[in-house]
RNA sequence: GCGCCCAUAGCUCAAUUGGAUAGAGCAAUAGCCUUCUAAGCUAUAGGUUGGUGGUUCGAGUCCACCUGGGCGUACCA
């Protein structure tokens, strides 16, 4: 609908110069008699052309080619807005689109051969994934697949650091508790790590290697088996939210195969850093940022800053075209630096785009459950797909503003629940499913058919394919602005007008061309409702 | 103290990025199943968009200040 109406505005634009300079938008009226599309042209023009808006908005509309099989009818209305009313045929038009391609409505080739790299979830490996880094993960798959149906390739990537202090605590934790099942007395320090799969990774081991282990350094063998073990869980709840990184990239590579120290030498040769105090500092303060800070302790250590630099680095060296960083907000404050870094060094920081997700709060009978991995008082991303699905994990975490705060109410989660969303858009396309298999058992032969589609008239099938013409735009915004919760609201919409329309028409046992095209839009809802699910990631079921 | 984010119906959240009369779901009340799935539909009720100013044709949205919350503010990541 829209491109139609800038290729008409453009058309125009010939003839009236004022708006070639214009940004056209066209916004949906939240009132149905206010038009289609509606657009305020007018009311921009007004301080310019000193001219009252709605003898502009006459201006403009009077020199529109307007076919009237597409449009049939305009107005202007209010202080100046011109509206646009569609006809039926027109709308009625995108069934066929739909139908015709019903694996690719809603795809798009605006970035067709550009290459793209999500990272997200990045734990280190020290225990299992949490109920924050379920939305993190959730929010950062459904992100790449929306890239993917802008035409990107993506990358889903994993940057995880298994050295370091954590680690260390780690293997001490899985060897003090090792002892412990030996018989002897241990003391279990406080801010180790207190959880019972720390038992579970001891245990194993001895039952597999016996008392042996009892020499060896907690940083040799059991550190490895901690971090395999739980590596192995963290993959294992991914693979139940349908998420698979294709890179797992190790930080400690980059040390290994120098780019830490090249990328040291290249901001000392470029006088970007100095010494102070036996540690290394950067010139952030020269960057823009507000004050140098150290990028390699006094120690001879890295801080994060560096490796952090030195990884997106590579992300540059291996052609991203766009490069995605998901993060908590305890991110926050780090990635300016980061990206201060980058740019002294003439890379192309607008390629990366950070996403930040605010933190979820978990909640129980009304109480906040606090939450760390060290002290084990968390609950696990595994234990939230156990009781409440991984269908309505996923779009719980999809359905919010990332920017927003988010309440988890656990109590909700556990109950059987209805009251989720979910399973409304769900219940739409399992009805519609149900539609097409009756009429398959039907004696007399009857299928879709956008032969007759005028005959879709009433105003819930209106309503419908208005509906149906949107989501190609939806989607393309969602992608662009990273909003999955866009898509959540807009299949929302389209379930509850499907439901609307059900409760009032028939679908089958009707005069046979008229059922012919409801069963085409019916075809063409549910295959909408099936890609918009497939973007975030949920089931579409056929029964239920 | 400083930086980022947030504050909208009883609860959880939207609002086409500055548009016309601020919308959904849950909870509440009253109805609708002999015909394609009632996990549905219809109706009613619920609001000074935290507060005060400002910018303009027009503000939930932008600016300033204030109030209240979250996350940061390291030679931790």
């Known amino acids: 609908m829209k491109e139609y109406l800038y290729k008409i505005f453009n058309k125009a634009s010939e003839k009236l110069e004022y708006l070639k300079e214009l940004e056209l938008i066209f916004d949906k009226p939240k009132i149905e008699t206010h038009g289609d599309l509606s657009s305020n042209a007018a009311l921009l023009l007004t301080k310019k052309l000193k001219m009252k808006p709605r003898e502009i908005a006459e201006e403009i509309l009077n020199s529109l080619e307007i076919d009237p099989s597409i449009i049939n009818r305009t107005e202007i209305a209010g202080p100046g807005f011109i509206n646009f009313f569609f006809s039926p045929q027109y709308l009625a038009a995108i069934i066929k689109e739909i139908i015709d391609k019903p694996n690719d409505f809603g795809r798009s080739e605006k970035y067709m051969g550009k290459k793209a790299n999500v990272e997200f979830v990045s734990a280190n490996p020290t225990g299992p994934l949490t109920v924050g880094h379920g939305r993190n993960a959730v929010l950062g798959d459904t992100a790449a697949n929306l890239l993917e149906w802008l035409g990107y390739s ?17 293997g001490d934790s899985v ?9 002897e007395g241990i003391d279990f320090p406080p801010d180790y790590y207190q959880g019972d799969y720390i038992k579970e990774i001891a245990k194993k081991l001895l039952e597999e290697q016996g008392n042996k282990l009892i020499n060896e350094d907690p940083e040799g063998i059991f550190k490895a088996a901690a971090e395999k073990e739980i590596f192995k869980d963290i993959e294992s709840t ?11 990239f190790n930080e400690n590579s980059l040390y290994e195969k120098g780019n830490i120290e090249k990328l040291l030498k290249i901001f000392e040769e470029k006088g970007l850093s100095y010494k102070k105090d036996d540690a290394v500092w950067l010139k952030l303060s020269q960057m823009g940022q507000e004050q140098d800070k150290v990028i390699v302790k006094s120690s001879g250590e890295p801080t994060y800053r560096l490796p952090d630099m030195a990884y997106h680095i590579t992300k540059f060296e291996r052609g991203y075209d766009l490069m995605i960083d998901v993060f908590g907000s305890d991110h926050n404050a780090t990635y300016p630096d980061v990206l201060a870094g980058l740019k002294a060094l003439s890379y192309e920081v607008e390629k990366i785009k950070v996403l930040i997700h605010q933190f979820v709060t978990i909640t129980e009978n009304g109480e906040i459950v606090k939450m760390s991995t060290r002290k084990a008082n968390y609950i696990t991303l595994d234990q939230l797909i156990d009781e409440a699905g991984s269908d309505v994990v996923r779009y719980f975490f999809n359905m919010r503003s990332a920017a927003s705060h988010m309440n988890f109410d656990l109590s909700l989660a556990k109950k059987q629940s209805d009251e989720n969303p979910v399973f409304y858009l769900q219940y739409a396309h399992a009805r519609i499913c149900s539609i097409i298999r009756m009429m398959e058992e039907k004696e007399e032969h009857i299928e879709p ?10 105003s819930e099938e209106q309503l419908l394919l208005k509906k149906l013409h949107q989501f190609k735009e939806e989607v393309l915004l969602s992608a662009e602005l990273f909003e999955p919760h866009r898509i959540c609201a807009y299949l ?5 007008l499907f439901h609307k329309f059900y409760t009032f028409h028939r679908v089958l046992g009707i005069e046979k061309s008229l059922s012919e095209a409801r069963l ?7 295959v909408v409702l099936k890609n ?9 079921p056929e029964r239920m």
Request: glycine share 6%.
């Open 175 to 183: 060897k003090l508790r090792y002892k412990e099942f030996l018989g």
């Open 520 to 526: 085409a839009l019916v075809t063409a809802v549910r």
């Open 492 to 496: 929302e919409e389209l379930a509850s």
């Open 238 to 248: 991914l693979i139940r939210l349908k998420i698979k990184h294709k890179v797992f």
């Open 532 to 540: 918009g699910l497939s973007m975030l990631g949920v089931e579409a």
């Open 154 to 170: 993506v990358d889903r990537e994993y940057y995880f650091n298994n050295a370091g202090r954590q680690m260390r605590i780690l």
């Open 449 to 458: 058919s956008t032969a007759n589609l005028n005959l879709l008239n009433a």
